[in-house]
């Protein structure tokens, strides 16, 4: 399997030679159309002048014709016999059509530049043959000459291409140079994600990449770090979650086994048989509610959203928690105060029952007998359901972490009114999944409040 590194510098090189033949073509069509007449149009008037002095020079053709190929010119000269002389360097191809020598004897003018030769038409400027010529009729007294005249550019440019070409030899290789460092620093930084992926896989999450880059890869880096962090917190809470929840099932299970062994040594009176056979009771059940709750995140934790949503009154449905919870207030003697103006919303109205159940339960709970339970219900801009109990309240260290999962700010209050630590979880998941918020303020000895905002119907 070829590496990222060898296909990335294989494109780069092939787009550098398409681009150079692209080039050339361009090169080639911009000269076809353009460049062509002009140098043909250019070559013309010094081949005249030439024939222009030479008819009113004294010298003699052959001393006149090595002088004008002194100065830079290739010149191919025929007399009426067909003979041809060559003047300044030699035509690197002599083959050359007779028909046209004596077209040109017989007075035409011949435009050899202007001829394709080759498929790409910008090299025959460069070819050095005798058709590449531009020629004229020549008179010497009675004798009569065709003159096939063409700049010398060994000659004029000879020093010159062979700077171009050591310039172009060294630009290519330079640009190979960059494309295998430019592909590196490209490659690079994936391989470091790739061995990064292999040290999470293996359970590693602290992984060192450059998240510096001002680009794409220095994003990918950081979204990536930003991902094994992520996984790390998961990671721990993961570890975190199966400790808890062994630890919950664990002690209600220890004491299960516990009192039921103390009943079948049946070396228990029948009062402390009921005993045990009540604590068994309240055991289980907070198993199975343990249980439920369980299930409940878990299926929560997979929605984003409320998908079944239905119009209510939520006036109606706090009121009825309150009826279903009367026995638990009543038996304590606690004063409730609820303000609940009629409201509707569009909500799961099964799960906003489990919030207020769930508070008002906590309220119930933590409020000493007689004392006093406020539920609040306002409508603005937003839904705002307040509810405040003048209980123990809760120090400002337990706060921040009262809806984390299996979290208890309850510890030191007795195992009669200890939870599993879910409630308030299951509550904010809720309430979040509605697209609201719940925050809570307390202190010690102050009570309470909870306020749940919902959005507007």
Known sequence: MRSLYVRTAAIFILITLISSVLALFIANAYYSNRMKTYNENQVLPVAEQVRDLFESSSDD????????????????LVDGSGQGKVYGSPFKHSQFDPGIAEAVLAGDTYLGMHKKRQFLEIMGYFENSIGNTIGLPLKSGDAAYA???????????????ILLAILLGHAFLLVLALIVILTRTIVEPLKALKAATRQIVGGHYKIGLDVKRRDEIGDLARDFSHMAQSLERLDDMRTEFVANVSHEFQTPVTSIQGFTQAILDKKTTA????????????????LSSLSKQLL????????????QRNSFRLDEQIRQVLIVTEWQWSKKELELAPELPEVMIAADEGLLYQVWMNLIANSIKFTPSGGRISIELQVDRNITVSIADT?????????????????KADQARGRSLAGSGLGLSICRKIVELHGGSIAVFSEPGHGTRFVVTLPHL
């Open 61 to 76: 053709i052959d001393t006149f014709m090595h002088r004008i190929g002194a100065m830079g010119y290739q010149i191919y």
């Open 147 to 161: 003159m096939f005249l063409r700049p010398d550019l060994q000659q004029q440019l000879g020093e010159i291409r």
């Open 271 to 286: 009062e402390e048989e009921r005993q045990y056979l009540t604590i068994i009771h309240e055991e289980s059940r907070r």
């Open 296 to 307: 409940t995140l878990a299926a929560l934790d997979k929605e984003t959203t409320i998908a």
């Open 391 to 407: 209980g123990t309240g809760i120090s400002q260290g337990d706060l921040p972490y009262i809806f984390d999962r299996f979290y």
